[in-house]
């Protein structure tokens, strides 16, 4: 059974930044694709960022290009999210993802979820 495990979400003023985490289990990490996604109130699913499952390739949205960075630790298990010059329009719960897909811009394309981790960005 694959788990992920996010951390790292809290409180932040606009302007600052945060590191998520999201650590895996159950699967060769090092085979899959992960992406992270975010989810406001009231608002769809949204896509954030993606890596390759040998970190070479990463893509982001357009919202976030520039600020975020995505990475991974294969030996560790773990993709990281980094978040600079956070503003309130990046408030939402974060969840990372995992796939053996092509499109990794597609929340349909990943198979397994985290359970989300609250990003809160005050102004």
């Known amino acids: 059974q694959v788990q992920l495990v996010e951390s790292g979400g809290g409180l932040v003023q606009a302007g600052g930044s945060l590191r998520l985490s999201c650590a895996a289990s159950g699967r060769t990490f090092s085979s899959y694709a992960m992406g992270w996604f975010r989810q406001a109130p009231g608002k769809e699913r949204e896509f954030v960022a993606a890596i390759s499952w040998s970190g070479a390739r990463t893509y982001y949205a357009d919202s976030v290009k520039g600020r975020f960075t995505i990475s991974r630790d294969n030996a560790k298990n773990t993709v990281y999210l980094q978040m600079n010059s956070l503003n309130p329009e990046d408030t939402a719960i974060y969840y990372c993802?995992?796939?053996?897909?092509?499109?990794?811009?597609?929340?349909?394309?990943?198979?397994?979820w985290g359970q989300g981790t609250q990003v809160t960005v005050s102004s």
């Open positions: 993802a995992t796939t053996r897909g092509l499109d990794l811009t597609y929340a349909r394309t990943y198979d397994y």
